[in-house]
C-alpha cells in the first residue's frame, strides 16, 4: 500500500537584489526632526544602492511630518509602479501626550494600507522618549536585530531598507493571485447599471417616508411592497415599534408622555382607531370608570 507523503511548503524571502524589472521603491520621510530623518533616509539609501537598486527605482518624497505619511502612502499605494514604500520619521516625547496620538493613529494606518494593498509598507517611524535615543537609533554604524545579544540600536533607517528587501523578495515567492472576478449581468442586471451610474455621477436621493412603509405580517410577503429597513426605523404602530417603545419608556423610568390635546394618548400608540391597552382608568369608549 502506497501512503503519499504530504511535503510542507516553506516561503522565505532573503535580503536580496531584486533585480531591475522589480519596480520602484519609494521612501517617504518626514522633515520634523530632519537632523534624525536625515541620517535614516541616508542609511537606507546606503542600503539600497548596496544590493544594485538603480537610483531611477527610488524615489524620495518629503512630508511635513510623521502624521502625513499614511496619506502620502495610501496615494502611492494606489500606484502599481511601486514595489515597497518605506515611511521614515521621528517622535520625541514632550511635554504633552501628542506623541502617543501620532504614533498610534500612523502605525495603524501604516497597517492598514499594506494589508489592503498587499504591498510591503514599512514602519521606519522612531518613537522615542529622548533626543539621545533617536540620535542612537539614527546613527552611522549598523548591528543586528536581536536584543537578546546586546547589540546597538543602529540606524533604523537601514533596517527599514532591509525589510523592503526581504519582502520583495518574499512577495516574489509567494503563489500568485488571481484577482479578476466576472459577473454574469444577465444575472445581476443591476450591478452594471448601478456601476454605470456611479461613474456618471447621476445617483439622484431619494426621501422615504415612514408612513408610506408597509408592515408586512410574517406568514405573508409582498414583492411590491417597500421594506421597513430603507428608513432604518420600523413602521409607527407596529409591534417593533411599540416594542422599542416600551424599553425606551422603562429605560427612561416612566409612560412616554402623550401629545398635546390627547387625553387618550393616541398618535403613535393607536392603530386603527384602538384604545390604549395599557391606560386602564379609560374605557374603550373614552369616558373614566366610576368608582365603586
Same mark, same amino acid.
Given at each position: 500500500?502506497?501512503?503519499?507523503?504530504? /511535503?510542507? &511548503?516553506?516561503?522565505?524571502?532573503?535580503?536580496?537584489?531584486?533585480?531591475?524589472?522589480?519596480? @520602484?521603491?519609494?521612501?517617504?520621510? =518626514?522633515?520634523?526632526? @530632519? &537632523?534624525?530623518?536625515?541620517?535614516?533616509?541616508?542609511?537606507?539609501?546606503?542600503?539600497? %544602492?548596496?544590493?544594485?537598486?538603480?537610483?531611477?527605482?527610488?524615489?524620495?518624497?518629503?512630508?511635513?511630518?510623521?502624521?502625513?505619511?499614511?496619506?502620502?502612502?495610501? %496615494?502611492?499605494?494606489?500606484?502599481?509602479?511601486?514595489?515597497?514604500?518605506?515611511?521614515?520619521?521621528?517622535?520625541?516625547?514632550?511635554?504633552?501626550?501628542?506623541?502617543?496620538?501620532? +504614533?498610534?493613529?500612523?502605525?495603524?494606518?501604516?497597517?492598514? /494600507?499594506?494589508?489592503?494593498?498587499?504591498?510591503?509598507?514599512?514602519?521606519?517611524?522612531?518613537?522615542?522618549?529622548?533626543?539621545?535615543?533617536?540620535?542612537?537609533?539614527?546613527? =552611522?554604524?549598523?548591528?543586528?536585530?536581536? !536584543?537578546?545579544?546586546?547589540?546597538?540600536?543602529?540606524?533604523?533607517?537601514?533596517?527599514?531598507?532591509?525589510?523592503?528587501?526581504?519582502?520583495?523578495?518574499?512577495?516574489? !515567492?509567494?503563489?500568485?493571485?488571481?484577482?479578476?472576478?466576472?459577473?454574469?449581468? &444577465?444575472?445581476?442586471?443591476?450591478?452594471?447599471? +448601478?456601476?454605470?451610474?456611479?461613474?456618471?455621477?447621476?445617483?439622484?436621493?431619494?426621501?422615504?417616508?415612514?408612513?408610506?412603509?408597509?408592515?408586512?405580517?410574517?406568514?405573508?410577503?409582498?414583492?411590491?411592497?417597500?421594506?421597513?429597513?430603507?428608513?432604518?426605523?420600523?413602521?409607527?404602530? $407596529?409591534?417593533?415599534?411599540?416594542?422599542?417603545?416600551?424599553?425606551? $419608556?422603562?429605560?427612561?423610568?416612566?409612560?412616554?408622555?402623550?401629545?398635546?390635546?390627547?387625553?387618550?394618548?393616541?398618535?403613535?400608540?393607536?392603530?386603527?382607531?384602538?384604545? !390604549?391597552? $395599557?391606560?386602564?382608568?379609560? $374605557?374603550?369608549?373614552?369616558?373614566?370608570?366610576?368608582?365603586?
Amino acid at each position: 500500500m502506497n501512503i503519499k507523503k504530504e /511535503i510542507m &511548503t516553506e516561503y522565505e524571502g532573503f535580503v536580496c537584489a531584486p533585480g531591475d524589472d522589480v519596480g @520602484k521603491i519609494a521612501i517617504i520621510v =518626514s522633515k520634523f526632526n @530632519k &537632523t534624525i530623518t536625515e541620517n535614516l533616509l541616508d542609511g537606507a539609501l546606503q542600503k539600497l %544602492r548596496q544590493h544594485l537598486i538603480k537610483e531611477e527605482q527610488i524615489d524620495v518624497i518629503r512630508v511635513p511630518g510623521a502624521f502625513e505619511l499614511p496619506t502620502v502612502a495610501e %496615494r502611492l499605494a494606489c500606484d502599481d509602479q511601486y514595489a515597497a514604500i518605506i515611511c521614515l520619521g521621528c517622535v520625541i516625547k514632550g511635554e504633552t501626550p501628542h506623541d502617543e496620538y501620532i +504614533n498610534a493613529a500612523v502605525s495603524q494606518q501604516l497597517a492598514r /494600507i499594506g494589508a489592503e494593498y498587499c504591498l510591503p509598507v514599512v514602519f521606519g517611524l522612531l518613537t522615542c522618549y529622548t533626543v539621545e535615543q533617536a540620535l542612537a537609533r539614527s546613527g =552611522s554604524v549598523t548591528v543586528g536585530k536581536d !536584543k537578546v545579544l546586546g547589540e546597538q540600536p543602529g540606524n533604523k533607517g537601514v533596517e527599514a531598507a532591509e525589510v523592503a528587501l526581504e519582502m520583495i523578495d518574499l512577495f516574489g !515567492k509567494l503563489p500568485e493571485l488571481d484577482y479578476e472576478h466576472e459577473v454574469d449581468a &444577465t444575472d445581476y442586471p443591476s450591478i452594471g447599471k +448601478n456601476a454605470q451610474l456611479y461613474r456618471d455621477g447621476d445617483f439622484e436621493d431619494v426621501d422615504v417616508y415612514p408612513d408610506e412603509l408597509v408592515d408586512l405580517p410574517d406568514d405573508e410577503e409582498d414583492e411590491d411592497a417597500e421594506p421597513w429597513f430603507l428608513h432604518g426605523k420600523h413602521p409607527v404602530g $407596529s409591534k417593533q415599534d411599540r416594542g422599542a417603545r416600551r424599553e425606551k $419608556s422603562e429605560r427612561q423610568g416612566g409612560p412616554e408622555k402623550k401629545r398635546d390635546g390627547d387625553r387618550h394618548g393616541k398618535g403613535d400608540f393607536f392603530r386603527n382607531g384602538k384604545h !390604549k391597552p $395599557s391606560n386602564k382608568s379609560y $374605557s374603550k369608549d373614552g369616558d373614566k370608570r366610576k368608582k365603586r
